[in-house]
């Protein structure tokens, strides 16, 4: 089966760094997402890491270590707008659904 | 750039009532997918349909929930007959491809009361 977990809420400061932890647990690794989902909108697509290590991407980065079951999504220079709940997906199955956590919702204050 | 689009945003139905939420994927996508979310839960994962069949499905998409691509361009979701239960946010998603990197495109959802 899959698990994944991750905190439920999290808050921070306009300008800030924040890092929102991710562990799983998977029958089979395909490679973890992390999704942002603003408040009655559609997840929408952040990063994917299948390799150790750290994926950057503008003010996003994402990292993975497989043997430790862990992931997190790191948020630099934060805005206001970057309140929203991240969400750590594990693809699975022969159509790659989704199994998702939670969330985090984060809440960035001025 | 190309989206996921669904109709309507917001249904609402008494129990016991059938309902069809419809999405039109991405144009050259190939897999497709409903996803349900309760009001302050997490996203769960319904069925996957590809080829013109289903691919897999949860414990959630039961002999009440059907999908059907009637034409090439929609992709529908129907509930036989609804339970007070099954109000939630409900999302489509495709993908092009099968691999795991591929990644997977929400529409913006069809919000579902039940009375």
């Known amino acids: 089966g899959q698990n994944i977990d ?7 400061t306009e300008g800030a760094i924040v890092q929102i932890n991710c562990t799983y647990q998977t ?22 890491n299948v390799l150790d290590g750290l994926e950057e991407k503008g003010r996003f980065s994402s990292f993975l270590s497989r043997s430790k079951g862990y992931s997190y999504l790191l948020l630099k220079e934060l805005q206001m707008k970057d309140s929203a709940s991240y969400l750590c997906a594990a693809p699975r199955g022969s159509a790659r659904q989704l199994t998702f956590g939670s969330g985090t919702q984060l809440t960035v204050l001025p | 750039e190309p989206e996921v689009t669904q109709t309507p945003s917001h249904q609402v139905t008494q129990m016991g009532q059938e309902v069809i939420l419809r999405c039109v994927p991405i144009s050259n996508h190939l897999y497709f997918y409903w996803y349900r ?38 992709f529908t979701l129907k509930i036989r007959s609804t339970k007070l239960e099954d109000s939630a946010m409900y999302f489509c998603a495709s993908t092009e491809g099968e691999s795991s990197y591929n990644e997977q495109f929400f529409g913006p ?5 039940v009375l």
């Open chain 1, 27 to 48: 029958s089979g690794f395909n490679g973890l997402f992390w999704y942002q989902q603003h408040a009655g909108e559609a997840p929408t697509f952040l990063s994917y």
């Open chain 2, 37 to 74: 979310q309760i009001l302050g839960q997490k996203v769960e994962f319904l069925v996957s349909f590809y080829n013109n069949e289903i691919s897999e499905k949860s414990e959630i998409f039961d002999d009440q929930f059907s999908v059907e691509r009637p034409d090439g361009s929609n």
């Open chain 2, 109 to 113: 959802g069809t919000r579902l009361t």
């Open chain 1, 6 to 12: 991750q905190p439920t809420e999290m808050t921070a």
